[in-house]
């Protein structure tokens, strides 16, 4: 389906995040470029960023990429804050929903050139929705959680989990079901929820994941710092 995909809006939340924010919106812009398609040819990309409750410098990093829509929030909450970009730019951008493509990714992650594409790929061959892999920085990880995380993490056991920083959805579908929900965790997987339940086609894939943070304390309680340290109950 979704001939008539014209546009990419990418959102953002970030909270105090400017440890990883420049490697993170820099690996979007380079994901950029390798969008067009032959099916697609045309398409523009709108980067949204959302700052959310920041006390650190990340105001000051995202000023260095021209190429982002900035906004300065204090939500305190990473659905309202999703939700705010996707929202934000549906207006920017200013043309039918269907034709937009939402891929939703996050602050402390970094993202591969192919990213985009498939994405893409995926609403090209009817996806209403994506939901991508995400795998943690292991060189960041202790011996025991990485050893760990491998032993659990054969080919395809990614399916069937849900993550903010690998998430993609056609606006008029993300509008339909109410879109991104305030909630300080899950926000990605509630919308999802609804996606199934209304019964949207939503596309699984474990390619192009994303590379997020292994830090094993998160920015709110639960999400995926609590699952990493986890991998090890016992070890702090």
């Known amino acids: 389906m979704t001939t008539s995909l014209r546009h990419i809006l990418v959102v953002v ?26 099916a697609v040819p045309s398409v523009t990309v709108t ?3 959302v700052l959310d409750s920041c006390t650190d410098d990340s105001a ?4 260095g990429f021209p190429q982002v829509v900035v906004v300065d929030e204090d939500f305190a909450d990473v659905g309202r804050a999703r939700g705010h970009g996707a929202a934000l730019g549906l207006r ?13 990714t996050d602050a402390d992650s970094t993202v591969p050139a192919s990213w985009l594409r498939a994405h893409l790929d995926a609403a090209l061959a009817g996806a209403d929705a994506f939901v991508g892999a995400v795998v943690p920085v292991l060189g960041e990880l ?22 903010g ?21 899950d926000e ?14 939503v596309a699984e894939s474990e390619d192009a994941p994303v590379l997020t943070s292994s830090r094993l304390i998160g920015r709110v309680e639960g999400g995926y710092a609590r699952y990493l340290a986890d991998l090890a109950p016992g070890l702090a």
């Open 165 to 185: 920083a690998n998430l993609g959805v056609r606006g008029d579908v993300y509008l339909r079901v109410g879109g991104f929900l305030a909630a300080a965790t």
């Open 60 to 63: 000051s990093i995202a000023a």
């Open 142 to 163: 202790d011996d025991v959680r990485r050893a760990e995380w491998l032993r659990t993490h054969s080919p395809g056991s990614t399916l069937g989990h849900v993550h």
């Open 13 to 38: 939340p970030a909270r105090d995040e400017a440890e990883t924010l420049a490697a993170c919106l820099g690996s979007i812009i380079d994901a950029c470029a390798v969008v067009p398609t032959a």
């Open 188 to 201: 990605d997987v509630d919308l999802v929820r609804r996606l199934r339940t209304g019964g949207h086609v």
């Open 92 to 104: 920017l951008i200013d043309d039918d929903p269907a034709s937009v493509w939402i891929a939703a």
């Open 47 to 49: 980067i949204v960023l």
